[in-house]
Every structure is written in structure tokens, then in C-alpha cells.
């Protein structure tokens, strides 16, 4: 599926409402952006954004779940899942698909995109209706894949701001560059290198460059 504008220097709201639209031929209500928490524990992970914004006490349930399917950091489920929701038998049924139910939601597709050390990024894309094929799945799991590069930008912007020098220096870090080698590569001096990592230490609030290199990933930066 292609959306029908160029989501480029523009926000995650903008974003989401242009690519709810996009979906709303194949009955998609409801899109929602999960992502770890850069500064919590492993099993954490935080709403990045929702859209429509009514659906944010479902979507803070989802976020602070571990029953999705099976625990979700830790099983071998594939990149994307599709689920019926309605499915579910009371007695076992968690509070965010009791809630995305009394919205009038039946289904979703999700669609996970693994980070370092077992975290991940995860895409939510809800329906009134039951899917009849895995190719209906399919179709919004290639949405996904359209727009993930610019909402990820765009929601890493929203988080935290690097200067294009700090990034480039963690980008090459991430590379395995050294700090002499890294001089080299950006043309200034290796007391510049360390100065840029140490301001991108600090605004990610960690106190060496691998843990800077770990959070920028968590983060979408790198």
C-alpha cells in the first residue's frame, strides 16, 4: 500500500491521521506506536503514540501488559501477529482488550521491529471487523513498512534532541569507530569527537558512549 502524501518534516500526529486514512479502506480504526522505555527496565515499554487520541486509556493498557499472545519480549511469535481480539474468553480476557472491545474493536495486526538487548518497537493497527485471510494481514503489515522510517524519525525527534554532529558521532560509534578514527571520518579533532559524545551522553542520560549507542537505538536515532 503507498500513502498518498510525503510525510517529510512533518509530525507523529500528522503522520498517524494521514496513515489512518490510508487504512481506512481496508476498516482500520485505530493505530497506535509502542517503544522501550530508554531509561526503565528491560520488560518495560511506553506508548509513543496513538491515534484517535479518545483510544488512550486502551492503548496505555496494551502498553502496560505482558499478555499479548504470549509474553511478548520473550516469544518466538514472527515479526507480524494477527489476532481477533473478540476471541478471547472472559475469564481470561486482560483489561486493554476489554477496553479496545467496548470501542467496537475486533481484531488487530502487529507488527514488531526487534532492537537491541530483547526490545522492540511495535505498531498496532486495530479493526471493527474480522480479517477472512492472512492477505488482509498482510496488506497492513506492508503499511507498516511504508511508513516506519518517517514515523520513526519523527517520533525520535519528538523524544530527544541530538545536534547532526552528536548523532553522526554516535552513528559512527555504532559503527565501531574510535574517537581518533571517528575524527578522521568527520574532519576535526579528537577532543571534538569526545565533546560531541559526551553532550549526547548527557542528553541521554547515560555515562558512557556504549550505553549512549544502546539508548539512541532504543530510541530510533540510530
Same mark, same amino acid.
Given at each position: 500500500?503507498?500513502?498518498?502524501?510525503?510525510?517529510?518534516?512533518?509530525?507523529?500526529?500528522?503522520?498517524?491521521?494521514?496513515?489512518? @486514512?490510508?487504512?481506512?479502506?481496508?476498516?482500520?480504526?485505530?493505530?497506535?506506536?509502542?517503544?522501550?522505555?530508554?531509561?526503565?527496565?528491560?520488560?518495560? =515499554?511506553?506508548?509513543?503514540?496513538?491515534?484517535?487520541?479518545?483510544?488512550?486509556?486502551?492503548?496505555?493498557?496494551?502498553?502496560?501488559?505482558?499478555?499479548?499472545?504470549?509474553?511478548?519480549?520473550?516469544?518466538?511469535?514472527?515479526?507480524?501477529?494477527?489476532?481477533?481480539?473478540? !476471541?478471547? #474468553?472472559?475469564?481470561?480476557?486482560? =483489561?486493554?482488550?476489554?477496553?479496545?472491545?467496548?470501542?467496537?474493536?475486533?481484531?488487530?495486526? =502487529?507488527?514488531?521491529?526487534?532492537?537491541? +538487548?530483547?526490545?522492540?518497537?511495535?505498531?498496532?493497527?486495530?479493526?471493527?471487523?474480522?480479517?477472512?485471510?492472512?492477505?488482509?494481514?498482510?496488506?497492513? #503489515?506492508?503499511?507498516?513498512?511504508?511508513?516506519?522510517?518517517?514515523? !520513526?524519525?519523527?517520533?525520535?525527534?519528538?523524544?530527544?534532541?541530538?545536534?547532526?554532529?552528536?548523532?553522526?558521532?554516535?552513528?559512527?560509534?555504532?559503527?565501531?569507530?574510535? +574517537?581518533?578514527?571517528? #575524527?578522521? =571520518? @568527520?574532519?576535526?579533532?579528537?577532543?571534538?569527537?569526545?565533546?560531541?559524545?559526551?553532550?549526547?551522553?548527557? !542528553?541521554?542520560?547515560?555515562?558512557? !558512549?556504549?550505553?549512549?549507542?544502546?539508548?539512541?537505538?532504543?530510541?530510533?536515532?540510530?
Amino acid at each position: 500500500m503507498t500513502l498518498p502524501v510525503n510525510f517529510d518534516s512533518v509530525g507523529v500526529d500528522s503522520i498517524l491521521a494521514d496513515w489512518l @486514512m490510508a487504512l481506512r479502506e481496508q476498516g482500520v480504526e485505530v493505530v497506535m506506536v509502542l517503544g522501550p522505555d530508554p531509561l526503565g527496565p528491560r520488560e518495560r =515499554r511506553e506508548l509513543l503514540a496513538v491515534h484517535p487520541p479518545r483510544m488512550l486509556a486502551p492503548a496505555e493498557a496494551l502498553a502496560a501488559s505482558v499478555d499479548f499472545g504470549a509474553s511478548w519480549r520473550e516469544s518466538d511469535a514472527p515479526l507480524v501477529a494477527w489476532q481477533d481480539i473478540s !476471541k478471547s #474468553a472472559a475469564e481470561h480476557s486482560s =483489561r486493554w482488550r476489554r477496553l479496545f472491545l467496548a470501542h467496537g474493536q475486533q481484531s488487530l495486526v =502487529r507488527v514488531a521491529f526487534p532492537l537491541p +538487548a530483547g526490545r522492540a518497537f511495535e505498531c498496532f493497527m486495530f479493526s471493527p471487523r474480522a480479517y477472512d485471510s492472512r492477505l488482509e494481514a498482510a496488506t497492513l #503489515a506492508w503499511s507498516v513498512f511504508n511508513v516506519w522510517p518517517m514515523l !520513526k524519525r519523527a517520533l525520535a525527534e519528538q523524544r530527544v534532541s541530538l545536534s547532526p554532529r552528536e548523532l553522526e558521532s554516535l552513528n559512527l560509534a555504532f559503527e565501531g569507530l574510535t +574517537a581518533r578514527e571517528t #575524527a578522521l =571520518r @568527520m574532519d576535526c579533532s579528537e577532543r571534538t569527537v569526545n565533546y560531541h559524545l559526551a553532550n549526547a551522553m548527557a !542528553k541521554l542520560q547515560t555515562d558512557n !558512549k556504549l550505553g549512549a549507542v544502546q539508548r539512541a537505538c532504543w530510541l530510533g536515532l540510530i
